[in-house]
């Protein structure tokens, strides 16, 4: 045998050996094929289409609310369990009150000393002489010694006026032209004449000029001409004034020389600076204020010994270890020490006040009333500070408004969840977009929903960009944090359009065409038409042009 024929009988060999690899794999890729879809027919219909966006995410309810109670006060029971629903205004613990009287003689103690931090404040400012720019004589002085200089302005405008030409003016109108420097008459209220004349005469009103030695600013005055003609009447002003106006402080001095000449330089008046609005005022202003509310909270807990739920909710993570703990932390700030007498330390000592406030009940069994409480507590507050034991020391601690956390209320509000929204569909997401909510574990049932927010800042992930919209899903009695759910939201709607299934639609050659005829001989498509299509839920596609109700066409149906 030649090495030529050796050759194509090997090449025979690998030829029918890969038929042999082959056929099976072609053979079931037909079968497969045929298996996979189905010719199936649509006609163009009218309908809607629905534009819908959807994502999963996890319920929260929040963190909820805080339970705290002001440093020092011992908690000596627990009212609720981790779980326990709770309604507002429900006890949730009990509370030792003689730890809660001492903490409140500890705050009453700061508030003292926040007010001298104020005084000090107002009185830390510079004080700062107003000096006469000219000569003049002082025709007005609306301040006084102790006013503060801004409520001066907001009531006359100004603290003083200087009238810096030596002359009065007063407006009039009269039909009877003057000439400038024309001779007059002025008759004021009280009745002094004097002479004046003619400045100016506009639009039948006639401007006059008068000496500013004796006519007081404000007095109503008449002109006549020198025969005794009555021209008109007006009030009096200061022809060329300067006003003295200072926007904050609180007047030290002011001059006495009012209807006097007061030559350049003349101290006018000394105005203080408050440094209210300083840093310093407003610090202690504020803290002031903190410091009443915890005040007001210490003065509820030890009326009713117990402190309450801030809301309707589920109680979650209770500390255990606060159970008859006492902690009174403080921070370096002020001069004094306190100690307290042995016979406040037990609830058996309290007060005709004490026992009255905490029982909301005046001796004869009637409610009190809300002015009566609060005369009730500045009592407390004095007789508490008979029976404290004041020593100066420099290591005084003010005290520290930072309270203990003992658990959480979450509130039956609202639960939220956050889904995550490609960006190619995120601009047609808006808050109050309402949704369709699904939980996994609650089956059968679909919540209302609605966007709340969109976080501006997505997150790259897989060659997208994706954003978290979150949703307020309201409250459900079923509903718990953490469960997994679905959020569907309706981003669009088109009625009465005409519609066809999507896998109808083919793309060939760049152009949207769909086939109006089928041969079942030939298994072949055919009359392709063109159309142009609209929006689409990703089953049914909107048809804007290219077809009309009721054509039928036939397309391959996968699955």
């Not at 053979?27 to 534009?51: L, M, P």
């Amino acid at each position: 045998m030649s090495k030529r024929t050796k050759s194509i009988i090997a090449v025979c060999a690998a030829v029918l050996l890969l038929l042999m690899i082959l056929l099976p794999t072609l053979n079931r890729g037909k079968s497969n094929e045929a298996e996979e879809f189905e010719i199936v027919s649509a006609k163009v219909s009218k309908g809607e289409i629905v534009s819908t966006v959807s994502g999963s995410g996890s319920l929260s309810a929040g963190n909820g609310l805080k339970v705290s109670i002001p440093q020092g006060v011992r908690v000596t029971k627990y009212l609720v369990a981790d779980g326990d629903s709770v309604s507002e205004g429900q006890a949730l613990f009990e509370v030792e009150r003689a730890s809660v009287m001492q903490t409140i003689s500890l705050v009453s103690n700061s508030l003292d000393y926040l007010k001298t931090e104020i005084q000090a404040a107002i009185g830390a400012g510079e004080s700062k002489n107003i000096l006469a720019p000219l000569y003049g004589r002082v025709k007005a002085v609306y301040a006084s010694v102790g006013e503060s200089a801004d409520e001066v302005m907001k009531r006359d405008g100004c603290l003083l006026v200087l009238s810096i030409d030596g002359m009065m003016s007063v407006e009039i109108e009269t039909e009877v032209p003057s000439r400038p420097g024309d001779s007059v008459k002025v008759e004021l209220s009280g009745g002094e004449v004097y002479d004046g004349k003619a400045e100016s005469h506009k639009a039948g009103k006639t401007v006059v000029t008068l000496t500013d030695d004796g006519p007081r600013l404000g007095d109503r005055a008449k002109v006549y001409t020198p025969q005794g003609e009555l021209l008109g009447e007006g009030t009096l002003r200061v022809h060329s004034a300067w006003n003295l106006a200072v926007s904050s402080g609180t007047v030290s001095f002011m001059t006495d020389q009012l209807e006097r000449e007061v030559p350049r330089g003349t101290i006018l008046c000394t105005v203080k600076e408050t440094a209210v609005g300083s840093r310093r005022f407003d610090e202690a202003v504020y803290e002031h204020q903190r410091y009443e509310e915890v005040l007001s909270e210490l003065f509820e807990i030890y009326r009713s010994g117990k402190v309450l739920s801030p809301a309707a909710g589920t109680v979650s993570g209770i500390d255990e270890n606060r159970l008859g703990a006492e902690s009174t932390s403080v921070s370096d700030y002020k001069l004094q020490t306190v100690e307290y007498p042995a016979s406040r330390s037990g609830d058996d000592t309290l007060s005709d006040a004490e026992m009255m406030y905490m029982s909301g009940m005046d001796e004869e069994g009637n409610a009190l009333s809300n002015e009566q409480l609060a005369a009730l507590q500045q009592e407390i507050l004095e007789e508490q500070k008979k029976d404290t034991v004041y020593k100066v020391s420099k290591d005084f601690k003010i005290y520290d408004l930072t309270g203990n956390e003992i658990m959480n209320v979450i509130p039956k509000r609202s639960i939220t969840m956050q889904m995550q929204v490609d960006e190619a569909d995120i601009l047609s997401v808006a808050p109050g977009q309402e949704a369709e909510i699904s939980v996994d574990a609650i089956s059968g049932r679909v919540f209302e929903g609605k966007v709340v927010s969109i976080d501006p800042v997505g997150k790259y992930k897989s060659g997208s960009t994706r954003y978290i919209v979150s949703i307020d899903c309201g409250w459900d009695e079923d509903m718990y944090h953490g469960m997994n759910a679905t959020a569907i939201l309706e981003v669009g709607r088109k009625d009465d359009i005409l519609t066809l299934p999507v896998a109808a639609l083919y793309e060939e050659g760049g152009k949207t065409v769909v086939y109006t005829d089928y041969d079942a001989k030939s298994k072949t498509f055919g009359s392709p038409i063109e159309v142009e299509t609209g929006v689409s839920d990703g089953n049914t596609a909107e048809i804007i042009s290219g077809l009309s109700e009721g054509t039928e066409v036939f397309y391959r149906l996968y699955g």
